[in-house]
């Protein structure tokens, strides 16, 4: 049987490729925010703030992309869900893109100041929510959703380590014997939050796609 | 200060989530209709070629069905199979039973007149009779002699009325039927079968010849209708299908596909075939 509707199909493949784009920019912004904080380097900080706005662009990009295709070419079925899909995952990547420039601008923040702790949990936390972000989307591009399943379930760990580093600084706070040890550790708490947050995100993205291949919804 | 109700709206789960996957809110179907028509390996021949393959369905009492399909499916063979429109046509033969209200229509004893009163059919291109708006919807009941049961005046006035047609021609009843529009011509068509009092209203592409306002009366009409009539629609246009109906059934090579309420046919539809029609994907 012959294959009809050639534009649009070239159409549905760019709309993909751009949310692939996206969302490697998000993956990488992410990564690149923990490492600027870890390593205290304020330039690659001060990029990644810079960098934001190419995110911001490429999400308004593709949704014009979404709603060009909903009003020319009235999609339905799996086409449909797709384009639906690519709305709230682009959403979604885009908050996560803002906590990546949140992180950067704590670095900023704390520049070089001496660190109150050595960061072990919350480089394993960014580690986790990566590896989320890279599974949702492997998950989107597979069409898979047992992926999509097994990448929103990994979002307990994050809370987990969320919790245990929200005692941890809260004690730092509470306890700390001047105000510069008691502002980074809430600026840490903010980093844990955020990255926290990151991970919600990409529980979003997951269940997004299980929807996109199933039509069915299930929430984590 | 007005009291309102407490609305309590469950959070989206963006929130911190205490992990574990929650049940998330499946859509429901419309409640169950009791059935209006039933089909049940129902087969259709054309001399030797099959144009129906055991078809069986159950079409719903005030729902409005469509039926979609690229040409030469059976989609529109199958609907005339249900006021017997196909007996006319030389060398077809039929297979199966169609039970409309407990009745085979094509048991013995079938008054073809009375069958086709009660399934009334309003066809692709408006045909109106070359003759007054009034004697056109005045046609049915005459025959029929059902202006016994009030006067005709009365008939034509409610006829025209419950097909949105009322208020344009009210003033021009002894013009010639001829010189309404495309739009109201359909319209008229409709007063005309709904003059004699039917109860299954049976549309082959009723709106295919028509433009997007006259479409648009249309399928406000039908959505109308469906409270007194059930109503079984032919159409191409997958988007009225998607704005009018309550079910849909895809049909393809003379089989039924898939059947189902609308909205999993349009969004998630179950099998291949029919995802590939409705998305444009069908050579």
């Not at chain 1, 601008?105 to 702790?117: D, H, S, T, Y």
């Not at chain 2, 013995?108 to 692709?124: A, H, N, Y």
Request: aromatic share 6%; charged share 25%.
């Amino acid at each position: 049987m012959a294959v009809t509707r050639r534009a649009y199909e070239q159409e549905l493949r760019a709309l993909n490729q751009d949310i692939l784009l996206m969302g490697s920019m998000i993956e990488e912004a992410v990564h690149l925010a923990i490492e600027a904080l870890a390593r205290q380097d304020v330039d690659l900080a001060k990029e990644i703030i810079e960098d934001d706005k190419r995110v911001d662009d490429l999400e308004l990009a593709i949704e014009d992309r979404c709603l060009k295709l909903l009003a020319l070419q009235q999609p339905l079925a799996g086409d449909l869900r797709m384009i639906a899909t690519a709305i709230w995952v682009i959403t979604d990547l885009e908050r996560m893109g803002d906590h990546a420039v949140n992180i950067s601008e704590i670095a900023v923040r704390i520049g070089n100041q001496p660190l109150i702790k050595p960061l072990i949990d919350i480089p394993r936390m960014a580690g986790i929510t990566e590896g989320m972000i890279k599974g949702c989307l492997d998950a989107f591009v597979a069409r898979d959703p047992e992926l999509a399943r097994k990448t929103c379930r990994t979002d307990d760990q994050v809370d987990k380590i969320y919790e245990d580093l929200f005692d941890e600084l809260m004690g730092f706070i509470v306890n700390s014997p001047d105000t510069r040890t008691s502002t980074q550790a809430a600026n840490l708490l903010f980093v844990a939050r955020f990255l926290e947050r990151v991970a919600d995100h990409a529980t979003n993205i997951g269940e997004r796609v299980i929807y996109m291949v199933t039509g069915l919804r299930e929430s984590y | 200060m007005i009291a309102r109700p407490v609305v309590t709206v469950a959070t989206h789960a963006t929130e911190t989530r205490p992990g574990g996957a929650r049940r998330a809110p499946q859509p429901q179907p419309t409640a169950a209709a009791p059935s209006k028509i039933e089909t049940s390996a129902l087969n259709l021949f054309y001399g030797s070629f099959r144009a129906l393959k055991d078809i069986s369905i159950s079409i719903d009492e005030h729902r409005i069905t469509a039926l979609i399909g690229p040409s030469g499916c059976g989609k529109s063979t199958f609907l005339r199979t249900l006021n017997r429109m196909n007996d006319i046509i030389p060398g077809v033969r039929i297979e199966g039973n169609v039970i409309i209200d407990g009745q085979d229509i094509y048991g013995p004893g079938i008054d073809l007149v009375e069958l086709r009163k009660r399934v009334g059919m309003v066809f692709q291109r408006p045909n109106p009779f070359p003759m007054s708006v009034f004697d056109n919807v005045a046609y049915g009941p005459r025959i029929h002699g059902l202006a016994t049961k009030g006067t005709l005046p009365d008939i034509v006035e409610r006829s025209l009325r419950a097909a949105a047609l009322w208020d344009e021609v009210k003033d021009r009843l002894n013009d010639s039927a001829l010189g309404l529009s495309g739009g109201q011509q359909q319209r008229l068509c409709i007063a005309r079968v709904l003059a004699v009092e039917p109860e299954v209203l049976l549309m082959d592409e009723p709106c295919s010849a028509l433009d997007p306002i006259s479409t648009a009366k249309i399928e406000d009409l039908m959505i109308d209708l469906k409270r007194d009539y059930t109503i079984v629609i032919v159409t191409h246009n997958m988007q009225q299908a998607g704005r009018v109906s309550d079910k849909t059934g895809f049909f393809l090579s003379g089989e039924l596909i898939e059947y189902g309420e609308t909205r999993d046919i349009f969004e998630r539809p179950r099998d291949r075939r029919t995802e590939d029609y409705i998305t444009g994907r069908f050579g």
